[in-house]
Nanobody, 117 residues
Framework: QVQLVESGGGLVQPGGSLRLSCAAS????????LGWYRQAPGKQRELVASISTIMRTNYADSVKGRFTISRDNAKNTLYLQMNSLKPEDTAVYYCNAARGVPGTGYWGQGTQVTVSS
């Protein structure tokens, strides 16, 4: 069993930055493939970025060059550094931990990110 708790969301102006964190409880954190997803009102949840157990990363085209995903296995924490934020980045951001297919497994409760002037 893994429990995930996101933090770091908030209101930011366009062009600003935020750093999301996802703290995990439970053991064997390093054995999970991790990801950040987001869901905007009226839209389906989509993958933002993922990082595998061997630190291989993957990004949605819409965030490439602006967002950076990282993990600290010693601290059981997943991060998402978001720079040059745009209004279209506004969404609830969720972290995910999966032993198998990304997007399965465990989910956090989400943290709201709002990009607005």
């Amino acid at each position: 069993q893994v429990q995930l708790v996101e933090s770091g969301g908030g209101l930011v102006q366009p062009g600003g930055s935020l750093r999301l964190s996802c703290a995990a409880s439970g053991s064997m954190f390093s054995l999970y493939n991790l990801g950040w997803y987001r869901q905007a009102p009226g839209k389906q949840r989509e993958l933002v970025a993922s990082i595998s157990t061997i630190m291989r990363t993957n990004y949605a085209d819409s965030v490439k060059g602006r967002f950076t995903i990282s993990r600290d296995n010693a601290k059981n924490t997943l991060y998402l550094q978001m720079n040059s934020l745009k209004p279209e980045d506004t969404a609830v951001y969720y972290c995910n931990a999966a032993r198998g297919v990304p997007g399965t497994g465990y989910w956090g409760q989400g943290t709201q990110v709002t990009v607005s002037s």
